[in-house]
């Protein structure tokens, strides 16, 4: 069969997004072009900006650092681009991740910075998990490494930051928010770019990029990747989500996109959702909707030897 773009070479792939049978070469172009169209509909960039890519060493984020390296050249951009990892503590997990992204920083030629949950928070992962156990540690390390992309971003002077977030990703949530009728929530995972008020606006590019091309395209183009899932057990809840939506993804191949289109469209009735307030935490100035940040809250929790309370569980 031949290639449905080119019409020349032999097609080799069925793009996930819509079945089109479709050649390697074309493939690259179609997947780069779409982000490229992604990045210029949304005016997701200024000439002249810095913008740290949050580099996890997955496969997204990995797919992010060469796609977003290659757009920045081709169309001149005009972006300095630089690598930021977080050091989340996990012996056997993100050591050997951030090996790879050490690897791809000389591969793109970008510069790397890490910060680490230890230096930042005096806590790894690992001791965190050793007294909260396997059932909440997800809400330590989801919060703290939100705080911590935002410090190394602070740290860089960068102007923004991306991530590989994907249209699953994003479709996963609009679902979970819906099941949980979280409304503030629903309303703002949809957006391409979030905290535009802030002095740190974030960026996902890879909104509408089906997962599966992510990794077609990485396996293909040989981009050195770590793909082992985190040893502390992924988040069960999206876990739930994310099989439900695989399995209506084989009777409807577009339902990704549709779900991301209806998160889009639904209009939230704002009288009947609580938005939380914006202000700066009384200990450590980072944005927080309370006197202190989710971050200090669990740290102090921590730190006091009363975790799970401050997780609102009890002891
Ligand atoms: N430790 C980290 N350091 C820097 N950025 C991170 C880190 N963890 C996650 N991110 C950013 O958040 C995005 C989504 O993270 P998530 O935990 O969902 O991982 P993922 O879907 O497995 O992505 P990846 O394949 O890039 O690891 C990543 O693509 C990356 O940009």
Redesign the pocket.
């Known amino acids: 069969m031949k290639c449905e773009l080119c019409q020349t070479r032999n097609a080799k792939i069925k793009r996930p997004k819509n079945q089109m049978p479709v050649c390697h070469e074309c493939f690259y172009i179609v997947f780069e072009e779409e982000i490229h169209h992604t990045i210029m509909t949304n005016n997701l960039f200024k000439r002249g900006e810095r913008i740290a ?10 797919v ?1 650092a060469h796609v977003m390296t290659t757009l920045n050249k081709r169309y001149d951009y005009g972006l300095n681009l630089e690598l ?5 503590g996990i012996i056997g997990y ?1 050591d050997d991740s951030l090996e790879t992204v050490k690897k791809n920083q000389i591969t793109y030629e970008l510069p790397l910075t890490i910060v680490s949950y230890k230096d930042l928070y005096g806590w790894t992962m690992d001791e965190i998990v050793k007294v909260i156990g396997l059932t909440n540690n997800c809400t330590f390390c989801g919060v703290f ?1 939100r705080q911590a ?1 935002d410090r190394g971003a602070m740290l860089i002077k960068a102007d923004k930051i991306v ?4 249209a699953d ?1 994003i479709a996963e949530t609009v679902y979970m928010n819906i099941l949980r009728g979280d409304f503030f929530r629903l309303h703002k995972c949809v957006d391409i770019m979030t905290g535009r008020e802030d002095a740190l606006p974030r960026c996902k590019p890879f909104k509408y990029t089906y997962e599966k091309e992510i990794v077609m395209y990485a396996h293909f183009k040989k981009l050195d ?1 770590f793909s082992t899932e985190c040893i502390y057990s992924p988040n069960a809840y999206r876990g739930y989500v994310r099989e439900l939506i695989k399995d209506l993804e084989k009777v409807r191949p577009s339902i990704i996109t549709d779900i991301i289109h209806s998160g889009e469209s639904i209009k939230i009735d704002t009288s009947n959702v609580q938005f939380p307030k914006k202000m700066n935490c009384k200990q450590c100035g980072f944005v927080a909707s309370n006197d202190l940040c989710k971050a200090c809250v669990l740290l102090d929790g921590l730190n006091k030897g009363k975790a799970r309370v401050a997780i609102g569980r009890k002891e």
């Open positions: 890519i949050g580099a996890s060493g997955g496969k997204d984020s990995t992010l930021l990892s977080v050091d989340e993100r490494r992309l991530t590989g977030h994907n990703d990747y």
